[in-house]
């Protein structure tokens, strides 16, 4: 069957059946942008399908999992606008369900007890890998038919014959020798369950059609064929994400910059712009960079999702998040704006007066953030100019230009736009010099900084009242 048949297969084989997925995070820390992305991938094969996107909190790592982590992944979720169905999931609360089909494995011979300690099996390890061999478990108390009383995990028994068959949506067909698969641990010895095991009951419990994760779990996954297998289950179908890797072709981490959903967001991103930086590493529509949620919703497939690790670029992502506030009507804008406001302390209410101050900085902003830290002349009712700013533009020649200009201004009825352009202009070739030297002193004195929209909309932005105030107190 060659690709284009395939994916053809694929999709049908989608559309023909109630799709359900997971999304299964451990809540030891905020919510990382690989995961952020596994995360959507999952909701819009879910959305597409009219299937169900399910969210299970993989806490069975009790001193490591905090209700911190589990808050941050949810705010970070619904930042993301990644809505989930049903009732969360928590391993945590499931033990008795785990231990109990632990014990029927155990029951029907298809998993042992095993009585090796930690430091027997480290004294194992050792061993092996002195004599070359893999250091894996040699299965020593796989015949023991004696039940001494000392503590034991739960080991699976794996037939060393054979091998085990991945059909991966993405990664394509693997093959995994079951002699390279040692007999693993499904219950600790304190009665804690392991991760490949919880992963399988719980995806048959959820009813999982499709298990959609990273690149990373793929060795995982034989062990769990196995265990599904022998409980009899309903096998799932694999898709496994390539990872994210910083330039430098290295795994993501704190090195390469900020790498939790939520520092995006205190950086003023989009969660649109950083859902679609995120869904176009590794997937790809033609050439199109841009999408909406629908469009997004509609063309997306697992198909076209690529094999191979993709880079994370920031500066891609900065302009796609540029590029999606050039889009978003003024409203929209302050919905996003408001909270990083009130973080900084700024009360403000939607309205003309905050649209227009949006609007003119609306094709010059990269960031939120950055548009805030424009915006704060006129957020701010003082403005305090750096002792270097004034030694620069505001020497004395200067400001007595800027007490004849406030003069002028002073007498303008109204202070539209373009009317106070055109009186500045005037002013400056009356005096025979540059615009630059008039609008960047006059700039630095009501905005405390060198960078604004036109000195002629910071006038109207501000109004007659303030902008002479300013003035007044620069000049003295």
């Known amino acids: ?59 069975t790592d009790v001193a ?40 029927e494995l155990l029951e029907k011979g298809k998993a042992y007890r095993c009585y090796c300690t930690p430091e027997e099996l480290e004294e194992k390890r050792k061993k092996a890998l002195l004599e070359g061999k893999k250091p894996g478990y040699d299965g020593a108390c796989r015949q023991r038919k004696d039940f001494p009383d000392k503590p034991f995990s739960i080991r699976f028994i794996v037939t060393d014959t054979g091998s085990v068959i991945v059909n991966d949506i993405i990664k394509g067909r693997t093959i995994f020798d079951s002699s390279q698969i040692d007999d693993f641990v499904i219950l600790r010895s304190n009665g804690i369950p392991t991760y490949n095991f919880c992963v399988v009951v719980d995806d048959n ?100 999702v690529g094999k191979s690790a993709c880079i994370f670029n920031p500066e891609k992502l900065l302009w796609l998040n540029q590029h999606h506030i050039k889009s978003l009507t003024m409203p929209q804008i302050f919905e996003h704006l ?23 900085l609306q094709e010059r902003s990269k960031t939120l953030v950055e548009m805030i830290d424009l915006m704060e002349f006129y957020l701010k009712d003082e403005i305090t100019v750096p002792p270097e700013l004034k030694d620069k533009f505001l020497d004395i020649e200067t400001v007595k230009y800027l007490k004849e200009l406030t003069k002028e201004l002073n007498v303008i009825v109204d202070f539209l736009p373009a009317t106070v352009e055109k009186m500045i202009k005037g002013f400056a070739e009356n005096k025979e010099i540059k615009l630059v030297k008039i609008a960047q002193p006059l700039r630095v004195a009501l905005t405390g900084k060198t960078v604004s929209p036109p000195i002629h909309e910071v006038l109207n932005l501000l109004g007659k009242k303030k902008v002479l105030e300013r003035l007044t107190k620069v000049i003295g």
């Open 1 to 59: 069957m060659n690709f284009l048949l395939l994916s053809q297969f694929l999709s049908v084989k989608l559309a023909s059946m109630s799709v359900r997925v997971r999304f299964a995070p451990s809540p030891t820390g905020y919510l990382h942008i690989g995961g952020a992305r596994t995360a959507v991938f999952n909701w819009l094969i879910a959305r597409k399908h009219g299937g169900k996107f399910l969210l299970r909190i993989e806490d």
């Open 64 to 103: 490591r999992s905090t209700r911190e982590s589990v808050d941050a992944i949810f705010d970070s979720l619904k930042w993301l606008g990644l809505d989930w169905d049903d009732e969360v999931v928590f391993q945590s609360g499931k033990f008795d369900l785990y231990r109990k089909i632990a014990y």
């Open 205 to 304: 419990d959820s009813g999982i059609t499709h298990v959609i994760r990273g690149d990373d779990h793929l060795n995982n996954t034989p062990k769990q064929i196995l265990l599904y297998e022998a409980l009899g289950y309903k096998i799932p179908e694999f898709a496994h994400v390539p990872m994210i890797l910083g330039q430098d072709r290295a795994r993501l981490s704190k090195r390469h910059g900020a790498t939790s959903v939520t520092a995006y967001r205190d950086m003023g991103y989009l969660p649109w712009a950083l859902v679609n930086y995120l869904v176009r590493l590794g997937w790809a529509y033609k050439d199109q960079e841009v999408f909406g949620k629908d469009e997004l919703i509609e063309k997306f497939n697992l198909e076209d």
């Open 338 to 360: 408001q909270p990083l406001l009130k973080e900084k302390g700024y009360q403000v209410e939607a309205g003309d007066s905050i649209f227009n101050v949006i609007k003119s």
